[in-house]
C-alpha cells in the first residue's frame, strides 16, 4: 500500500522569504503522479502543483516549485517570495493510476504561517 | 481546470437522520471521488463512482451508510445515513482528469450532527 508522510505538522515563515515543506512517500509503481494541494481557511483545496514521475524535470508554477527525488521517494514543495495569502494547510498526495487503485492518497498536512 | 460545486455547502442535522449531498462537474468526467475530512485531520477516500456501475467503497466504509448515486457523467449524490456526530465532517466531491493528470476538489459541505 502506497503512503505518503508530512514531517512538519506546523510551519511558518515570514512574508518574501522561502519555506520549503517536506514530503516523502512509499511505493513500489514506477509510474505515478505526485501533487501538492493547498487548503485555506476556506476550505476548499486547490491544485498547486503536480509533477509526474516519468518526467525527471522538477515542475514549476509560479512561485511554487517542487524537488522530486525519485530515487530517495522525495517530493518536498518550495514556495518563494511567500505572501499572507499562502497561509494554509497543504497536503502531499500520490496517485498511481496503472496501480490498479485509482485513489489520491494524502499526507497529514503542514500547517503553514505566513507571518508579516 | 474543473468547475466543481456541491449542495449544500453545509448543514446541521439530527441524530438518525439522512443528509443527501450533491456533486455537479461543468464537464463529463468518468470517475467522481467523495472524501471525508474530519475536523483538523486529513482527507480520507470514502468510494469511487463511476457511470453505470456500483461505487467502489475503500475500507471502513460501507453502502447502507454511504449510498451513492452517479446517474451520469456530471453528477453525484452523497447519501450519509443514519446520522450520528461521529458523522461530523466536511465531505467532498473531486474529479479525476486522466487526460491531464489532475485531480480537482469541489468546495465541499460541512455537515455538523448533533
Known amino acids: 500500500a502506497q503512503t505518503v508522510t508530512q514531517s512538519q505538522p506546523e510551519m511558518s515563515v515570514q512574508e518574501a522569504e522561502t519555506v520549503t515543506l517536506s514530503c516523502t512517500y512509499d511505493?513500489?509503481?514506477?509510474?505515478?503522479?505526485l501533487f501538492w494541494y493547498k487548503q485555506p481557511p476556506s476550505r476548499q483545496m486547490i491544485l498547486v502543483i503536480r509533477?509526474?514521475?516519468?518526467?525527471?524535470q522538477n515542475a514549476t508554477e509560479n512561485r511554487f516549485s517542487v524537488n522530486f527525488q525519485k530515487a530517495a521517494k522525495s517530493f518536498s514543495l518550495k514556495i518563494s517570495d511567500s505572501q499572507l495569502g499562502d497561509t494554509a494547510m497543504y497536503f502531499c498526495?500520490?496517485?498511481?493510476?496503472?496501480?490498479?487503485?485509482?485513489?489520491?492518497?494524502f499526507g497529514k498536512g503542514t500547517k503553514l504561517t505566513v507571518n508579516p | 481546470s474543473a468547475v466543481i460545486s456541491q449542495k449544500p455547502s453545509r448543514d446541521i442535522c439530527q441524530r438518525g437522520t439522512s443528509l443527501t449531498i450533491q456533486c455537479q462537474v461543468d464537464?463529463?468526467?468518468?470517475?467522481m471521488f467523495w472524501y471525508r475530512q474530519q475536523p483538523g485531520q486529513s482527507l480520507t477516500l470514502i468510494a469511487t463512482?463511476?457511470?453505470?456501475?456500483?461505487?467502489?467503497?475503500e475500507s471502513g466504509f460501507v453502502i447502507d451508510k454511504f449510498p451513492i448515486s452517479r446517474p451520469n457523467l456530471t453528477f453525484s449524490t452523497l447519501t450519509v445515513s443514519n446520522m450520528s456526530p461521529e458523522d461530523s465532517s466536511i465531505y467532498l466531491c473531486?474529479?479525476?482528469?486522466?487526460?491531464?493528470?489532475?485531480?480537482?476538489f469541489g468546495p465541499g459541505t460541512r455537515l455538523t450532527v448533533t
Open positions: 473531486s474529479v479525476w482528469r486522466g487526460r491531464t493528470g489532475e485531480q480537482y
Open positions: 511505493t513500489s509503481e514506477n509510474n505515478y503522479y
Open positions: 509533477q509526474e514521475a516519468y518526467k525527471q
Open positions: 498526495a500520490f496517485k498511481a493510476p496503472q496501480g490498479g487503485s485509482e485513489k489520491l492518497v
Open positions: 464537464s463529463q468526467v468518468t470517475m
Open positions: 463512482a463511476n457511470q453505470g456501475s456500483e461505487a467502489t467503497y
